[in-house]
């Protein structure tokens, strides 16, 4: 059996925020419950999902407290230098914040990230000169 991702899911503090905040970013909701949401990210992509971050803990059998860098980021790959630039401030435009200003990159491409509400890292990245 090949390992396949369906979804990834994020454990939010607030899911009316998340929820806005990933919508304002393009996103499309597929399920929306009282303490979930889930989106479309388009043919090919696994679905996003936002869950209450206690429900989540709850649902894995694990404890809610933690904070910091959680060893990982979600990428994204746009067409142009102005779609990393859009996407970015969209992002802060939803009450994201920058976490490393897009700039060209010294292998040709160019990129930013930023987080999310919840401190979730996205990367986004251009191969376009």
């Known amino acids: 059996m090949s390992l ?4 990834i899911m994020l454990g939010v503090k607030d899911l009316a ?13 597929d399920k929306d419950t009282r303490h979930f949401v889930s989106f479309s990210l388009g043919e090919g992509s696994p679905q996003l999902a936002l869950y209450e971050w206690e429900a989540a803990a ?4 694990v404890s809610s407290e933690g904070s910091g860098f959680r060893g990982s ?7 142009s230098r102005e779609g ?13 914040s920058v976490v490393r200003a897009a700039a060209p990159a010294r292998w ?3 990129f930013g990230y930023f ?3 919840d401190g979730y890292l996205w990367k986004v990245t251009t191969y376009a000169s």
């Open 115 to 117: 987080s999310d509400p």
């Open 58 to 61: 709850q649902d894995a059998g």
């Open 108 to 110: 040709g491409g160019y």
């Open 84 to 96: 990393v630039d859009e996407l970015m401030r969209n992002a802060v435009d939803g009450g994201g």
């Open 17 to 29: 925020r998340a929820k806005t905040f990933y919508e304002g970013l393009g996103c499309e909701i």
């Open 4 to 7: 396949q991702v369906s979804a």
């Open 73 to 79: 980021s979600l990428h994204v790959n746009p067409d």
